[in-house]
């Protein structure tokens, strides 16, 4: 086999976490999102990638598995893979990786094999950040939530979100500052980022990817299960080529014969980017309580009964939800709003729909519109609709709803008046 010339770049992947928030049974990085696993699945968007050599830390009895995934997700570039056992934190992993980068290589990526769905964009925007400053650089996102101090059971104040990023990897050094940072560091660091500006080395933020998101809970392990099932990364190739060392160019359609398959299905070879529109179903039913005004909507009934529910109980608005998070892949109601969250009880529908928007959005997604039937003997919406599409609207941040309303005939719980029900479709498209 021809030698590859050596790269100037290395990607160490950390591959030797537990996984035990993931509670999956495995190691992390050894479980499925299809019929791969997740670093299967990081390996691929790494070799999609800049030319570079790839060193993968993984558990010590998971060395072999680990490097039978590495040389099928390699394709041409096999001879620049190696797989070395971690160490016990993280810390020390990154260490035992560093150690086996080739002499020649003057920048190095450390990336998470657990932010398995980073696309190969970022891995770009990083390294030419180390190019322009010669200093570190980190992929950020920026921070949505309102960030509160707490202390104890007590808020004392607020952060200023505007100043906070979000950090994500793969996070790149110029060798000899990561290299040094290694040897002084005399304490633990979340991350290389807080490690390299602990001695002194300033950093550059470079923008980041909702799809690099780190998949450590079960909730985050079935959104990339739903996201690679309809956009699989495609094959290791590209259009770029691969310089070899006796001056050849293996171009991008030889790449791709020799890379592995991509998978099966009329999905195959897409790109995030290309995803195709989503849609997601949501019902809900709640029945009229005995006191209390009526939330519907997004609109306040007066005279009508409430409806019972931990929140306002508005069918229409669960509906929406339901049917937004199941489009995205992520769960539903009971997964982000369930009675472990107080501080939506008794919210109304903007704030469900808000908080369901940032979500959406927050996974790649924008809202394309949404249609919802409610079934119920009353209230009568008919002099309200436009007023109840208005507010769902407004709520979503100005993606169109529409509203319709209709009776049972006098059947079922609906048509003796015990509650409402409500089905909501949603189209999704990528953002």
Same mark, same amino acid.
């Given at each position: 086999?021809?030698?590859?010339?050596?790269?100037?770049?290395?990607?160490?992947?950390?591959?030797?976490?537990?996984?035990?928030?993931?509670?999956?049974?495995?190691?992390?990085?050894?479980?499925?999102?299809?019929?791969?696993?997740?670093?299967?699945?990081?390996?691929?968007?790494?070799?999609?990638?800049?030319?570079? $050599?790839?060193?993968?830390?993984?558990?010590?009895?998971?060395?072999?598995?680990? %490097?039978?995934?590495?040389?099928?997700?390699?394709?041409?570039?096999?001879?620049? +893979?190696?797989?070395?056992?971690?160490?016990?934190?993280?810390?020390?992993?990154?260490?035992?990786?560093?150690?086996?980068?080739?002499?020649?290589?003057?920048?190095?990526? +450390?990336?998470?094999?657990?932010?398995?769905?980073? #696309?190969?964009?970022?891995?770009?925007?990083?390294?030419?950040?180390?190019?322009?400053?010669?200093?570190?650089?980190?992929?950020?996102?920026?921070?949505?939530?309102?960030?509160?101090?707490?202390?104890?059971?007590?808020?004392?104040?607020?952060?200023?979100?505007? $100043?906070?990023?979000?950090? $994500?990897?793969?996070?790149?050094?110029?060798?000899?500052?990561? +290299?040094?940072?290694?040897?002084?560091?005399?304490?633990?660091?979340?991350?290389?980022?807080?490690?390299?500006?602990?001695?002194?080395?300033?950093?550059?933020?470079?923008?980041?990817?909702?799809?690099?998101?780190?998949?450590?809970?079960?909730?985050?392990?079935?959104?990339?299960?739903?996201?690679?099932?309809?956009?699989?990364?495609?094959?290791?190739?590209?259009?770029?080529?691969?310089?070899?060392?006796?001056?050849?160019?293996?171009?991008?359609?030889?790449?791709?014969?020799?890379? #592995?398959?991509?998978?099966?299905?009329?999905?195959?070879?897409?790109? #995030?980017?290309?995803?195709?529109?989503?849609?997601?179903?949501?019902?809900?039913?709640?029945?009229?309580?005995?006191?209390?005004?009526?939330?519907?909507?997004?609109?306040?009934?007066?005279?009508?009964?409430?409806?019972?529910?931990?929140?306002?109980?508005?069918?229409?608005?669960?509906?929406?939800?339901?049917?937004? %998070?199941?489009?995205?892949?992520?769960?539903?109601?009971?997964?982000?709003?369930?009675?472990?969250?107080?501080?939506?009880?008794?919210?109304?529908?903007?704030?469900?729909?808000?908080?369901?928007?940032?979500?959406?959005?927050?996974?790649?997604?924008?809202?394309?519109?949404?249609?919802? $039937?409610?079934?119920?003997?009353?209230?009568?919406?008919?002099?309200?609709?436009?007023?109840?599409?208005?507010?769902?609207?407004?709520?979503?941040?100005?993606?169109?709803?529409?509203?319709?309303?209709?009776?049972?005939?006098?059947?079922?719980?609906?048509?003796?008046?015990?509650?409402?029900?409500?089905?909501?479709?949603? %189209?999704?498209?990528?953002?």
């Amino acid at each position: 086999m021809t030698e590859v010339l050596a790269p100037r770049i290395a990607v160490l992947v950390v591959a030797a976490g537990s996984g035990t928030r993931l509670g999956a049974g495995a190691p992390k990085a050894f479980v499925g999102l299809d019929r791969h696993t997740i670093l299967r699945h990081a390996l691929r968007g790494v070799f999609a990638g800049p030319l570079a $050599q790839v060193v993968v830390v993984a558990p010590a009895d998971r060395v072999g598995e680990a %490097l039978t995934d590495a040389r099928e997700a390699a394709g041409d570039r096999e001879q620049l +893979v190696s797989v070395v056992p971690g160490g016990a934190t993280r810390q020390e992993s990154v260490a035992a990786g560093l150690r086996r980068v080739l002499p020649g290589v003057e920048i190095v990526l +450390v990336h998470d094999a657990a932010r398995a769905l980073t #696309p190969p964009a970022v891995f770009d925007r990083v390294i030419d950040a180390v190019d322009r400053t010669g200093w570190g650089a980190v992929p950020v996102l920026p921070v949505i939530d309102t960030i509160k101090r707490v202390e104890g059971d007590r808020i004392t104040g607020v952060v200023d979100r505007s $100043q906070l990023g979000a950090a $994500q990897t793969p996070q790149g050094f110029r060798r000899d500052v990561l +290299v040094a940072a290694y040897a002084t560091a005399d304490g633990e660091f979340t991350d290389d980022a807080a490690l390299v500006a602990e001695a002194g080395h300033p950093l550059a933020a470079v923008q980041g990817d909702p799809l690099a998101f780190k998949i450590t809970t079960p909730a985050d392990l079935e959104r990339a299960r739903a996201l690679v099932a309809d956009s699989p990364i495609p094959p290791v190739g590209g259009s770029g080529g691969i310089v070899m060392a006796d001056g050849a160019t293996v171009d991008g359609a030889g790449a791709e014969a020799a890379a #592995p398959a991509a998978e099966p299905g009329p999905a195959a070879g897409r790109r #995030p980017g290309s995803r195709p529109p989503r849609v997601g179903l949501g019902t809900d039913v709640h029945a009229f309580s005995d006191g209390g005004t009526l939330w519907l909507a997004g609109l306040e009934w007066p005279g009508e009964p409430a409806l019972a529910g931990h929140s306002d109980g508005d069918a229409v608005a669960h509906a929406v939800v339901d049917a937004l %998070l199941s489009a995205a892949g992520l769960g539903d109601i009971g997964t982000h709003f369930g009675t472990d969250r107080p501080e939506f009880a008794g919210a109304h529908a903007d704030a469900f729909l808000a908080e369901t928007d940032r979500l959406v959005r927050a996974a790649g997604w924008a809202v394309g519109n949404v249609a919802v $039937q409610v079934q119920a003997q009353r209230p009568r919406f008919a002099a309200r609709r436009a007023e109840a599409e208005a507010a769902l609207s407004r709520a979503l941040g100005g993606a169109p709803v529409s509203v319709s309303a209709t009776t049972t005939d006098g059947l079922g719980f609906t048509g003796r008046a015990e509650g409402v029900q409500a089905f909501a479709v949603a %189209l999704l498209v990528p953002a």
